[in-house]
């Protein structure tokens, strides 16, 4: 369970960062930023579900064993 938010707190954080560090320095019209941010979201979006889904296959190999 640590594990796993950690890895969601930091692929939250970078994508925060990441969209504001794209939104201050872009030199653009609006229609252009928007365009950017968009695609700057799209490409955050899939990288945190390719980090959760990473992170879900790390827990579950090192999860205790279950005594039923």
């Known amino acids: 369970m ?9 692929a939250l954080g970078g994508a925060m ?3 504001a560090v794209a939104m201050l320095t ?3 019209s609006g229609k252009e930023l928007r ?10 979006a899939r990288r945190i579900h390719d980090d959760l ?3 879900k296959g790390s827990t579950a ?3 205790a064993p279950r005594h039923e």
Do not use: R
């Not at 640590?2 to 930091?10: F, L, P, Q, R, V």
């Not at 950017?36 to 955050?44: L, N, R």
């Open 53 to 55: 889904c990473n992170c």
């Open 26 to 28: 872009t030199p653009q």
């Open 35 to 44: 365009g950017k941010i968009h695609d700057v979201f799209d490409e955050t």
């Open 61 to 63: 190999e090192h999860e």
């Open 2 to 10: 640590k594990n796993t938010t950690i890895c969601i707190i930091s």
């Open 17 to 19: 960062l990441g969209a």
